[in-house]
Structure formats: structure tokens, C-alpha cells
């Protein structure tokens, strides 16, 4: 089955990995090359696909949650040496978290739907009345 206790796992092992990266001190930081924004919105949108893959009934509590986290993580980056906060940040992290709960949503709905109409499953051959 698809929500299975393995993405609950790797969700929360993102939760974590998401806190080493944004509160690890300026100096110990390695980039990827790409805009920090994009990173961010990366980051947070593969952490939403694992909530959403493990508790795809919670849709808009991930969002809420991730976007919450990531306000929170931000903040705190006043705490760390050689990190500045910046809300543009913030806003990306929160977009993609948002952008990949909605993507998986669609997604998680249009599998339900497939798999709810019985004539999708079906071979054309089983369709032949003759």
C-alpha cells in the first residue's frame, strides 16, 4: 500500500534534515548552486510528498504545519552564528511545501478515481458484449 510507515519515516527524517540544514552554522553551510529560494521550495515540496505519501488524509494540516516549521526555523536562524533570516526564504519554503500538498492531492485523487471506476481497470476485450 501506498501510505505505508516507511514515508511516515523518511517524512520526519526530512523534519530533522530540514532543521540540521537551516540552523548548522554560515560557516559549515554547503550549497547547491542553485538560488536559495529554489532550494527551499525543493526542499519543503519533497518534505510535503513524504507527509502527503504517509497521511495524505491531512492535507492541509502538512501545509499548514511545514509552512509553520519553516517560519520557525528561519526565526531561529538569529540564534546561529553566520545565519541570517530572510522572509523571502520563509515564503519558499511555505510555497513549496503548499505546492507539493496540492500536487499530491490532485495526484492521490485522480488514482482514487481510477481505481473507483470500473471501467478503467477493465481490458477491452472484458468490455465485448457479444
Known amino acids: 500500500m501506498l501510505?505505508?510507515?516507511g514515508f511516515k519515516g523518511a517524512?520526519?527524517?526530512?523534519?530533522?534534515?530540514?532543521?540540521?540544514?537551516?540552523?548548522?552554522?554560515?560557516?559549515?553551510?554547503?550549497?547547491?548552486g542553485m538560488p536559495g529560494g529554489y532550494?527551499?521550495?525543493?526542499?519543503?515540496?519533497?518534505?510535503?510528498?513524504?507527509?502527503?505519501?504517509?497521511?495524505?488524509?491531512?492535507?492541509?494540516?502538512?501545509?499548514?504545519?511545514l509552512a509553520s516549521y519553516s517560519v520557525l526555523l528561519e526565526m531561529l536562524q538569529f540564534l546561529v552564528p553566520g545565519r541570517t533570516p530572510h522572509i523571502a526564504d520563509a515564503f519558499a519554503s511555505s510555497s513549496g511545501a503548499i505546492l507539493g500538498v496540492i500536487v499530491w492531492m490532485i495526484l492521490l485523487e485522480q488514482k482514487q478515481m481510477q481505481s473507483a471506476s470500473p471501467l478503467v481497470s477493465r481490458k477491452k476485450s472484458d468490455l465485448d458484449f457479444r
Open 3 to 5: 501510505h505505508s510507515r
Open 11 to 32: 517524512a520526519w527524517l526530512c523534519i530533522l534534515l530540514l532543521a540540521v540544514l537551516s540552523l548548522i552554522p554560515g560557516h559549515v553551510q554547503v550549497r547547491s
Open 39 to 65: 532550494e527551499h521550495a525543493i526542499a519543503y515540496f519533497g518534505t510535503a510528498t513524504m507527509f502527503m505519501l504517509g497521511y495524505s488524509r491531512k492535507n492541509w494540516e502538512i501545509a499548514g504545519g
